[in-house]
C-alpha cells in the first residue's frame, strides 16, 4: 500500500519514492535505540522506613517508589541492602550505580547526580523522657538556637550514624559524636543509654522504637538540628544524563497521578 502510493512518473514522485525508505529505516532505528535494556544497580542501606527488609524481603517506602519509577521509566533497576560507608565508595567510582536515602548537600552535590526528592526531612536531636541514667544535662530551652548551644557547650553525646551526612555535619560544627555502623543499632544504644542523645528523624526513629518494642512517645525532641534538607536517590557521576532525566521525570509523573502519595501514605502515615 506504501509503495503504490509513492508511485509515479514525474519527477516530484521520484524523489518521494527515494525518500520513503530512508524514513522507514530511520523510523527503525530509532525504535532499536528507544528498546535498548538500561540497567542500573541500586544500593542502600538499613534505614526503616526507607530500605530494610522483612521477612527476608526488601521493602521500605525508597524500595517501593523506586521500583514504580522504574516501571514508569522502563529502567531496569537492581537493589542491594548492605553498609553505606562502602555503598557511598562504590557509587562514586562506578558508573550506572545508584544510592539511596541519601540527604543532598552542598558537600555531595557536584560529586554525584541527583533524582528527587523522595521525601522531606527535619533532623532532631532526641532525648528519653525518663532515662535511668542520670546525665545531669542542663539545656536552655528558651530558643532552638540556646538549646542547640547548650548541647555543644556542655559536650553532651550525640548518636549518629557512620558515615551519614548528619556526621559530618555534628563533627564540622563541634559537637560530641558517639558514631554507629547502623541506625537500627543506634536505636538500641540509645535505648540502652550509652548515650543521652540521638539524632534522627521522626518517622524513622518511631519505626526502630516499634522494632524494639518501644514507644515513640518514650522519647521527646529537645532541639531541631537540621531542617534544610530533603531526601533524593544519588547517582554516580558518569551515569547518563538522559537515564536519569527518564527517573526524575518518572518520579514527577508518580507524584502527579497519585501513585506516590499512595506509596508514601503506606510507609509514613
Same mark, same amino acid.
Given at each position: 500500500?506504501?509503495?503504490? /502510493?509513492?508511485?509515479?512518473?514525474?519527477?516530484?514522485?521520484?524523489?518521494?519514492?527515494?525518500?520513503?525508505?530512508?524514513?522507514?529505516?530511520?523510523?527503525?532505528?530509532?525504535?532499536?535505540?528507544?528498546?535498548?535494556?538500561?540497567?542500573?544497580?541500586?544500593?542502600? !542501606?538499613?534505614?526503616?522506613?526507607?530500605?530494610?527488609?522483612?521477612?527476608?524481603?526488601?521493602?521500605?517506602?525508597?524500595?517501593?517508589?523506586?521500583?514504580?519509577?522504574?516501571?514508569?521509566?522502563?529502567?531496569?533497576?537492581?537493589?542491594?541492602?548492605?553498609?553505606?560507608?562502602?555503598?557511598?565508595?562504590?557509587?562514586?567510582?562506578?558508573?550506572?550505580?545508584?544510592?539511596?536515602?541519601?540527604?543532598?548537600? /552542598?558537600?555531595?552535590?557536584?560529586?554525584?547526580?541527583?533524582?528527587?526528592?523522595?521525601?522531606?526531612?527535619?533532623?532532631?536531636?532526641?532525648?528519653?523522657? !525518663?532515662?535511668?541514667?542520670?546525665?545531669?544535662?542542663?539545656?536552655?530551652?528558651? /530558643?532552638?538556637?540556646?538549646?542547640?548551644?547548650?548541647?555543644?557547650?556542655?559536650?553532651?553525646?550525640?548518636?549518629?550514624?557512620?558515615?551519614?551526612?548528619?556526621?559530618?555535619?555534628?563533627?564540622?560544627?563541634?559537637?560530641?559524636?558517639?558514631?554507629?555502623?547502623?541506625?537500627?543499632?543506634?536505636?538500641?544504644?540509645?535505648?540502652?543509654?550509652?548515650?543521652?542523645?540521638?539524632?534522627?528523624?521522626?518517622?524513622?526513629?518511631?519505626?526502630?522504637?516499634?522494632? !524494639?518494642?518501644?514507644?515513640?512517645s518514650e522519647v521527646e525532641a529537645i532541639?531541631?538540628?537540621?531542617?534544610?534538607?530533603?531526601?533524593?536517590?544519588?547517582?554516580?557521576?558518569?551515569?547518563?544524563?538522559?537515564?536519569?532525566?527518564?527517573?526524575?521525570?518518572?518520579?514527577?509523573?508518580?507524584?502527579?497521578?497519585?501513585?506516590?502519595? /499512595?506509596?508514601?501514605?503506606?510507609?509514613?502515615?
Amino acid at each position: 500500500m506504501y509503495y503504490d /502510493s509513492c508511485k509515479g512518473t514525474s519527477l516530484i514522485a521520484s524523489i518521494f519514492l527515494l525518500l520513503c525508505p530512508i524514513h522507514l529505516i530511520a523510523a527503525e532505528e530509532s525504535d532499536i535505540l528507544l528498546s535498548e535494556t538500561i540497567e542500573i544497580r541500586a544500593y542502600c !542501606e538499613d534505614f526503616n522506613p526507607y530500605s530494610f527488609k522483612e521477612d527476608g524481603q526488601l521493602t521500605g517506602f525508597s524500595v517501593d517508589l523506586l521500583r514504580a519509577m522504574a516501571k514508569q521509566a522502563k529502567i531496569n533497576i537492581s537493589i542491594e541492602l548492605g553498609p553505606w560507608k562502602r555503598y557511598l565508595k562504590l557509587v562514586e567510582k562506578t558508573p550506572n550505580t545508584m544510592l539511596f536515602t541519601a540527604t543532598r548537600n /552542598s558537600n555531595r552535590e557536584d560529586r554525584f547526580k541527583w533524582v528527587g526528592p523522595i521525601n522531606g526531612r527535619t533532623q532532631k536531636l532526641f532525648k528519653l523522657k !525518663e532515662p535511668k541514667t542520670d546525665w545531669k544535662m542542663i539545656i536552655d530551652d528558651s /530558643s532552638n538556637a540556646a538549646a542547640l548551644n547548650s548541647i555543644v557547650k556542655y559536650q553532651y553525646p550525640v548518636i549518629a550514624v557512620s558515615g551519614d551526612a548528619s556526621e559530618k555535619n555534628l563533627t564540622d560544627q563541634g559537637y560530641n559524636v558517639f558514631a554507629g555502623p547502623k541506625p537500627e543499632l543506634n536505636v538500641k544504644q540509645f535505648i540502652n543509654e550509652r548515650a543521652p542523645l540521638i539524632v534522627n528523624v521522626d518517622i524513622s526513629i518511631a519505626s526502630k522504637l516499634r522494632m !524494639e518494642g518501644r514507644s515513640f512517645s518514650e522519647v521527646e525532641a529537645i532541639a531541631v538540628f537540621n531542617d534544610q534538607y530533603s531526601y533524593y536517590y544519588m547517582f554516580n557521576k558518569e551515569t547518563d544524563t538522559e537515564t536519569v532525566y527518564r527517573l526524575q521525570k518518572a518520579l514527577d509523573v508518580l507524584k502527579y497521578n497519585g501513585v506516590y502519595k /499512595s506509596i508514601k501514605h503506606k510507609w509514613l502515615n
